[in-house]
């Protein structure tokens, strides 16, 4: 409504895009409107075409401008049109300087960004920028730049007429096309020493943490095994006589099946995918450069997320069916849509509020039904498979101690032994191992930064997985130590809690970070950061279970048990 160039274009037709291509002499270059919106809540944002899923999903829709813009075709300042500015349109484009409302366009996939108007610094008067001033760079038969400059600042009053122009100025850039995106990009902020530093920090927390559990559990396994050595070489009467504790006397029930068997392996195989999801898309990254297009991450995202879908099949299934569950087809279609309904869902309570504001946030109903198909024809099938496979392939128990057939009492033992103390502090660690990262990643995704460290981030992912495994085991071996069997869930909530200091810290990032505001803005941003959390918390706890499971499996191998 505010977007002066798209009332005023000649055309509104649906064009192909004509982003990264090359261009003949006097051949038209098309300027692609994109949104208005508030420039501190950077999702609230206006009509208007997208061509992929990603750029649907992330509310990217383009229009053409109708401005006459040909390759190497100097235009001098021309006006386009001319508005009639009663008393509503100027409440109108007020109400818009107010909330610091920027718009965005497109030029062979290169992003402009201009500002509506400004106030006076008493804010009684308001000026709206009527001349845009575009410059584009060319090398060769490509566009490897474009800037806008807004000018004619003129007062906003009622009753007047306000003319609208633009000119285009070429000129030769030296910028080869491959580096046309560097400008976007800000080192100054991702490579700051902070950020190199608290890799570092990371890194020796991850070195310090691998080496100290390795020391306390090795001592401590040595002489756990060297005491069960010296009790196999007793007669009954002294074994009964002598002192039995610690995490031996719990061979009979550590293999014991979880509760909630099919909730619990649904969560371990949708971890697993994710883990699998951001291994793959962050190699991805790395290697295409996936901020230069347009929702590119998103769709990546999206067909890797359906692609792996055998992966969650897999380790659910499997993991199901060591646990003896039965109804197999039930966990294979919860493991299917656990991730999916969870987005699903708040994408479209979220959907209705930006109905509400007619923000193109709102996802159209076409894009709602693709992605529905996709979750039934393509992640549904593609996890039938990975559940099939995981049956048969190692869903078999072999577990190296029987299971006893009554489970053993759970002995008394101190509060801080207690599941649910150990979960609550399990995720300090690993959430201490992330959170600066978090801090970079937020800011690219609230803020106006392009995320380009995918190095950062795949190094980040890997101490992650080292600390979380490692927190998982110290808890887990305490726990057993403590003859409490009911390590399971535990491993998995102690690495899935760290999804809570991110959800809190999102409360921070929030209200001392941003300037967002209004009910749109704030049910967007708590919504999916309340996605991102727990889709971190499954994927850090599927990781810490896989850990302590091998772990688990592997101290109850070496130890003889009659």
Known sequence: MFFTLQNCSAA?????????????DKEEVVLWMNTVGPYHNRQETYNHYHETLGEALQ??????????????????????????????????????????????????DLPIWGIVGEADENGEDYYLWTYKKLEIGYNGNRIVDVNLTS??????????????????????SDVKFEDRFDKYLDPSFFQHRIHWFSIFNSFMMVIFLVGLVSMILMRTLRKDYARYSKEEEMDDMDRDLGDEY??????????????????????????????????????????????????????????????????????????????GGRRWIKQMFIGAFLIPAMVCGTAFFINFIAIYYHASRAIPFGTMVAVCCICFFVILPLNLVGTILGRNLSGQPNFPCRVNAVPRPIPEKKWFMEPAVIVCLGGILPFGSIFIEMYFI?????????????????????ILCIVTVCV????????????????????????????????MYSFYYYFFKTKMYGLFQTSFYFGYMAVFSTALGIMCGAIGYMGTSAFVRKIYTNVKID
């Open 59 to 108: 509310g990217v829709e383009l229009e053409f401008s109708g401005l006459d813009i040909k390759f190497k075709d100097d235009v001098m300042q021309t006006t386009y049109c001319e508005i009639d500015l009663d008393k509503g349109r100027r409440d109108a484009f007020v109400y818009a300087i107010k909330n610091h409302y920027w718009y965005q366009m497109y030029i062979d």
């Open 151 to 172: 000018e004619g600042k003129v007062k906003l009053v009622p009753n007047t007429k306000i003319q609208m122009s633009y000119s285009v100025k070429w000129k030769k």
């Open 246 to 323: 610690g995490w031996k006397q719990v061979h009979g029930d550590v293999f014991r099946p979880s509760s909630h068997p099919l909730i619990f392996s649904s969560l371990i195989g949708s971890g697993c995918q994710i883990f699998a999801v951001s291994l793959i898309v962050i190699v991805v990254a790395m290697i295409e450069d996936l901020y230069t297009e347009r929702g590119s991450m998103l769709s990546t995202a999206i067909f890797v997320y359906a692609a792996t879908s055998p992966v969650n099949g897999y380790f659910g299934g499997s993991l199901y069916a060591r646990q």
């Open 472 to 503: 998982t085991i110290v808890c887990t071996y305490f726990l057993l130590n403590a003859e409490d069997y009911r390590w399971q869930w535990t491993s998995f909530l102690s690495a899935a809690s760290t999804a809570i200091y991110v959800y």
């Open 442 to 462: 937020f800011t690219s995704f609230w803020a106006y930064k392009i995320y380009y460290v995918y190095g950062f981030m795949m190094l980040v992912l890997v």
């Open 12 to 24: 509104c037709a649906c064009l192909s895009r004509l982003g990264l291509m090359s261009y003949q």
